[in-house]
């Protein structure tokens, strides 16, 4: 690894340990030529590029970064932590290379992030949804808001009230 500070070729690593649910492992670096420190983010390299067929028609090579500035867009200076925008990119990020090996429609892209956001917050969903579903009028943002309202609340990582795997007799 090439040290940031003078550009030698030679280090040591000083600190591993896992992050991100074990899916990037961090590591402390020392160069061995002037001392400085630094960290670097291993991932692994998927193998199969996913593509993402737009609307149109073109195909793009799917990128997370892309997901990530939309939710960043949708957020804006909501208080969202960052960690919670990075794990939810990371979410549809893994479920689509899990279920899609070549290709993925735009439109199912855009779906499970905004599902997602609606789970994180919910002006962060409206402000996403804005852009996916292409309000046309006042009223059709108006109705998406009547939606929202409408609903129950979620809680995040309530524990289900009746086990879903258990039969009765």
């Known amino acids: 690894m090439?040290?940031?500070?003078?550009?030698?070729?030679?280090?040591?690593?000083i600190d591993s340990r896992?992050?991100?649910?074990?899916?990037?492992v961090r590591r402390r670096r020392e160069c061995n030529l002037c001392?400085?420190?630094?960290?670097?983010?291993e991932r692994l390299e998927r193998t199969a590029r996913l593509v993402v067929v737009k609307r149109d028609g073109t195909c793009v090579p799917f990128e997370i970064e892309n997901i990530m500035r939309g939710i960043q867009a949708a957020c804006g200076k909501r208080p969202v932590p960052e960690a919670a925008k990075l794990h939810l990119a990371q979410e549809v990020d893994d479920e689509l290379h899990a279920e899609f090996d070549r290709e993925v429609k735009s439109d199912e892209v855009g779906k499970r992030v905004a599902k997602k956001?609606?789970?994180?917050?919910?002006?962060?969903?409206?402000?996403f949804a804005s852009e996916y579903h292409g309000f046309r009028n006042l009223?059709?943002?108006?109705?998406?808001i009547r939606h929202l309202l409408d609903e129950p609340p979620e809680f995040v990582d309530q524990s289900p009230l009746f086990d879903d795997t258990s039969t009765t007799p």
């Open 117 to 127: 956001l609606r789970a994180l917050d919910k002006i962060a969903y409206v402000r």
């Open 139 to 144: 009223e059709e943002f108006a109705e998406e």
């Open 35 to 41: 001392a400085k420190r630094f960290t670097t983010y």
């Open 2 to 13: 090439q040290c940031p500070a003078c550009k030698a070729d030679d280090d040591k690593v």
């Open 18 to 24: 896992p992050s991100d649910d074990g899916a990037v």
